[in-house]
T-cell receptor
Framework: DAGITQSPRHKVTETGTPVTLRCHQTENHRYMYWYRQDPGHGLRLIHYSYGVKDTDKGEVSDGYSVSRSKTEDFLLTLESATSSQTSVYFC???????????FGSGTRLTVV | DQQVKQNSPSLSVQEGRISILNCDYTNSMFDYFLWYKKYPAEGPTFLISISSIKDKNEDGRFTVFLNKSAKHLSLHIVPSQPGDSAVYFCAATYYGGSQGNLIFGKGTKLSVKP
């Protein structure tokens, strides 16, 4: 579809270890987002980016950092993973034509 | 506080009947609303949207209705099919607000029974 890929698709990590999730797009969209999806909470925004090196926090940013050094890549880092960060993480890009987002297929992260 | 609310976590409908999914919002600044559909193990996909200058938008079996005075929108699926079984998210945004970021509801899981 929009050429947005997330890696890895699945990851199991231990508490206290750093983890980086990658989102890659091929269409040069300015806005990129990281969401987490949890039962009973829906989709919650972690961080977003509105350009290279331009990022801002979402509603659940504690414990997460992001970087965007190139238009096509948006990285989400858990500096020291905790069990509460076990979740499914979605990356998204914003299409300017209709405000809509296109989502990646998700990364299922389990912190043990 | 939730700005976009989907108060029904789940909905079960018989195949061929109408499915009505509801969404309420609190921010009167919202001027654009969207519905997304999500299957298990996949990312959400855009379904249909509506601008606040309209009260209805139709796309095939899917129709979204907007009642601005009640701050309420609904998604109608007619006729419902088993393939419509998914989680549906309502989302809202407004021009000039928070970089135009979408605010999502918690979702409603629709089950369409054959």
């Amino acid at each position: 579809d929009a050429g947005i890929t997330q890696s890895p698709r699945h990851k199991v990590t231990e508490t206290g270890t750093p983890v980086t999730l990658r989102c890659h797009q091929t269409e040069n969209h300015r806005y990129m987002y990281w969401y987490r999806q949890d039962p009973g909470h829906g989709l919650r925004l972690i961080h977003y980016s509105y350009g290279v090196k331009d990022t801002d926090k979402g509603e659940v940013s504690d414990g997460y950092s992001v970087s965007r050094s190139k238009t096509e890549d948006f990285l989400l880092t858990l500096e020291s993973a905790t069990s509460s960060q076990t979740s499914v993480y979605f990356c998204a890009i914003k299409r300017t034509e209709n405000y809509g987002y296109t989502f990646g297929s998700g990364t299922r992260l389990t912190v043990v | 506080d939730q700005q976009v609310k989907q108060n029904s976590p789940s909905l079960s409908v018989q195949e061929g009947r109408i499915s009505i999914l509801n969404c309420d919002y609190t921010n009167s600044m919202f001027d654009y609303f969207l519905w997304y559909k999500k299957y298990p193990a996949e990312g959400p996909t855009f379904l249909i949207s509506i601008s606040s200058i309209k009260d209805k938008n139709e796309d095939g079996r899917f129709t979204v209705f907007l009642n601005k005075s009640a701050k309420h929108l609904s998604l109608h699926i007619v006729p419902s099919q088993p393939g419509d079984s998914a989680v549906y998210f309502c989302a809202a945004t407004y021009y000039g607000g928070s970089q135009g970021n979408l605010i999502f509801g918690k979702g409603t899981k629709l089950s369409v029974k054959p």
